[in-house]
Nanobody
Framework: QVQLVESGGGLVQAEGSLRLSCAGS????????MAWFRQAPGKGREVVAA????????FYSDSVKGRFTVSRDNSKNTMYLQMDGLKSDDARVYYC??????????????????WGQGTQVTVSS
């Protein structure tokens, strides 16, 4: 059974930084794309960033491009999201996810079949 555990969320001042981590087990993670999504109350889930199994060619949504950096350490089955220049609009619950198909890249949440429990990011102005 695949398990993903996020950590690193919390309260930060605007323009500050946070680093999220997502530790996985139960799957051969280097074979799968992993991604970060976020969700505001009452709204749909949106992709933030995604990274292929080999860690190359990361994808970013336009809203975070240039501020967030996604990476992964396959030796630790862990993905990271470095968030810099945080804005009030970044305050959401952040979820990590792993793709359902080996060696397949997508930013569509329907292509991910295992999710973490979520971690809250709060930005104060």
């Amino acid at each position: 059974q695949v398990q993903l555990v996020e950590s690193g969320g919390g309260l930060v001042q605007a323009e500050g930084s946070l680093r999220l981590s997502c530790a996985g087990s139960g799957r051969t993670f280097p074979m799968y794309t992993m991604a970060w999504f976020r969700q505001a109350p009452g709204k749909g889930r949106e992709v933030v960033a995604a990274v292929r199994g080999g860690g190359d060619k990361p994808f970013y949504s336009d809203s975070v491009k240039g501020r967030f950096t996604v990476s992964r350490d396959n030796s630790k089955n862990t993905m990271y999201l470095q968030m810099d220049g945080l804005k009030s609009d970044d305050a959401r619950v952040y979820y990590c996810a792993v793709g359902r198909t080996p060696y397949y890249f997508s930013s569509d949440d329907r292509e991910y079949d295992a999710w973490g429990q979520g971690t809250q990011v709060t930005v104060s102005s």
